[in-house]
């Protein structure tokens, strides 16, 4: 059985119970944020370097499928669309619809109440499952790519938007997927930390297994948690029976 899906659960210490990673469809709704990151800079998936060239995001971690390292959504290529604004009063609505394809190349971490802190039971605060954390500002994207209006809102960031996604092929949609050097994941690292396909259809042979379900990882660690409950939670996890941590290794052609 390919390990992309040995384990379609792993165990959140941060809530103390079993979660599911999260299942979603090819296209919906979501949440959008964005971060900085610098030109070159190699994130979670350890895509290459000349990856950040182009549009990159995050994937909230429930979705990512990981909370290290790579996890099935690294590599994956999205057409988001602004909706409106989520935090502003009243909600800004684009005067043209703007639409960008994205490569996810990072995860956003769970958190407890963040945009990224959707589980498969409970929705971020926007009511979504998913958060996409855009690299922005970035040289791949143009500085106004978000629209705003100055004179009514006071400011031109509005920090959090609702977006529509839809999964695309990365070739020929994502910017980068002509660049070779955009391509793929970094080459000093081994296939035990890095996986960045190039155009990833979602079968075991060309998407990334989750880095978390191989090596019995927690989905994340909370060092807020009382010491006595955390080791307690923490043993229980480290005692998972050894078959499900047998996996076969990542295909080569994978990173």
């Known amino acids: 059985m390919p390990r992309l899906i040995i384990l379609g659960w792993c165990i959140s210490l941060y809530h ?7 299942n979603y469809p090819a296209t919906g709704f979501a949440t959008m944020s964005h971060y ?7 994130a979670a998936c350890g895509c290459a370097p000349a990856s950040t060239h182009y549009p ?17 959504a690294c590599g994956k290529c999205f057409n988001l669309t602004l909706m409106n604004t989520f935090l502003s ?8 619809p703007k639409s960008l394809v994205i490569k996810i190349t990072d995860l956003c971490p769970l958190s407890k109440n963040g945009w990224c802190s959707a589980t498969e039971s409970k929705p971020n605060s926007a009511g979504n499952y998913l958060n996409f954390d855009l690299a922005f500002p970035s040289e791949a994207i143009p500085s106004d790519f978000f629209p705003s209006n100055v004179t009514l809102y006071g400011y031109t960031d509005f920090g959090v938007w609702n977006i529509s996604y839809e999964t695309v092929e990365c ?16 080459s000093n690292q081994g296939p035990e930390s890095v996986c960045c396909p190039a155009d990833p259809t979602g079968s075991a ?16 660690f909370p ?33």
């Not at 900085?36 to 190699?42: L, S």
């Not at 009063?89 to 043209?96: D, I």
């Not at 002509?178 to 391509?183: G, Q, S, T």
């Not at 080791?231 to 994978?254: D, K, V």
């Open 16 to 22: 103390a119970y079993v979660h599911a990673w999260i």
């Open 36 to 42: 900085e990151i610098p030109r070159d800079f190699v």
């Open 56 to 72: 990159t995001a995050a994937l909230s971690q429930m979705a990512y499928g990981s909370s290290r390292a790579y996890g099935p």
């Open 89 to 96: 009063n009243p909600p800004f609505y684009p005067p043209t």
């Open 171 to 186: 070739q020929p949609q994502w910017a980068g997927s002509k660049e070779a050097a955009a391509l793929g994941s970094i």
């Open 205 to 220: 042979n060309d998407t990334c297994p989750s880095y978390s379900d191989q090596n019995g990882l927690p989905c994340v």
């Open 223 to 255: 060092f807020y948690l009382h010491k006595e409950r955390f080791t307690q939670l923490f043993i229980a996890q480290t005692q998972w029976p050894t078959r499900l941590r047998s996996i076969n290794p990542i295909p080569s052609h994978l990173y």
